[in-house]
């Protein structure tokens, strides 16, 4: 009796140790007790309080995002940030739930790249929210599946399966406002081009109902690839972006410049500047505006205020559209055989 007893009482201890296991593992991987919980408790309703939001990745590469008088700031280029981008993240955030737990163990923290960017062979960010009153500090690693990302609150071990997916990059020149300006093609009357080692020209139509601009400068036995070739010039300003800034400075020495007006038909004129740097470096423009009558003098002092005092870096294509080339507007020369003479017999 006394070993059956003995026998149940094994048996019980069993059982709740079983529970027991059960239980710690269910803490640990299941979604129970975490699904649907905020990871960052307090951001959501504190938006309009953050101040200072810093994002640090790999390589010590990091940005600051800071909120000014009137609008964010990208605190490495001292340039407006894109705003619609910045409150993105920040509602992400906010809104950021936990799907699962995973991993406390810091040794497995780079399988799901939660580990502190700093940490060598680190893929995540970190990202410090901060207000008057508190910071909300998260490290995103990796993406699952597309919806979601593996987070990791600073300063705490779990990890975790969150959603939405956030995206944040490290680099200051991601989180610019991207717009340098925005002329509509439709706007534009002329546009002079003055394209080092290239020939000048002017393209120019009567009425903003004109099908297509007319080429001034097209030199004898030269034609038009089309109609509309250069219409394509008249739209280089049309929500034209950044790649990256910087506080204007002068060309190197040796660099040519070249240089394109565009006038429109309300008397604005935007001057753009532009050259690549050497050994096939990255393009720059700069801007300037003014008017040839009051109709147009708020909207240049409206761009002045902007573009004045930056060189913008942009992208290939889009240099290429400011400063095309006449040639790139004309029929290709017609290939002509070379004739060989023959020497006289001897």
Do not use: C
Not at 109 to 132: H, N
Not at 289 to 304: Q, V
Request: aromatic share 6%; proline share 6%; no cysteine.
């Amino acid at each position: 009796m006394k070993q059956r007893h003995l026998a149940i009482l094994f048996a019980v201890s069993l059982a709740v140790l079983a529970i027991a296991v059960w239980v710690a593992r269910r803490a640990q991987h299941g979604t129970a007790s975490v699904a649907g919980t905020l990871v960052l408790p307090g951001l959501a309703t504190h938006l309009n309080a953050v101040t200072e939001v810093r994002i640090s990745g790999a390589g010590g590469k990091h940005v600051t995002l800071v909120k000014g008088a009137q609008r964010w700031q990208v605190k490495q280029r001292a340039y407006p940030a894109d705003s619609g981008k910045l409150r993105k993240l920040l509602i992400d955030l906010g809104n950021l739930k936990a799907v699962a737990r995973k991993t406390r163990l810091a040794a497995n923290y780079g399988v799901l790249g939660v580990q502190e960017p700093s940490t060598p062979g680190a893929s995540g960010v970190r990202i410090d929210v901060q207000s008057a009153a508190h910071t909300w500090s998260l490290i995103v690693g990796h993406s699952a599946g597309g919806s979601g990302a593996y987070v990791r609150r600073v300063g705490h071990k779990q990890s975790l399966l969150a959603a939405p997916l956030v995206m944040a990059e490290a680099d200051p020149a991601q989180w610019l406002d991207p717009i340098i300006i925005d002329l509509p093609g439709k706007q534009v009357r002329s546009v002079e081009e003055r394209i080092a080692r290239e020939r000048p020209y002017r393209i120019e139509r009567g009425t903003s109902t004109a099908a297509h601009f007319h080429v001034f400068g097209i030199p004898p036995g030269r034609k038009l690839s089309g109609p509309a070739a250069a219409d394509e010039v008249a739209n280089a300003l049309s929500n034209l972006t950044l790649s990256d800034v910087r506080k204007a400075a002068a060309a190197p020495r040796g660099v040519p410049l070249s240089s394109a007006q565009f006038t429109t038909f309300d008397g604005l004129i935007i001057t753009v500047h532009g050259y690549r740097e050497p050994k096939k470096g990255p393009h720059y423009i700069e801007l300037t505006a003014h008017a040839s009558g009051t109709k147009a003098a708020k909207a240049a002092a409206d761009i002045n205020a902007r573009v004045h005092g930056w060189q913008y870096r942009v992208p290939g294509y889009s240099y290429r559209q400011i400063f095309q080339p006449l040639s790139g507007v004309l029929q290709p020369l017609a290939r002509h055989h070379r004739v060989v003479r023959r020497k006289p017999a001897a």
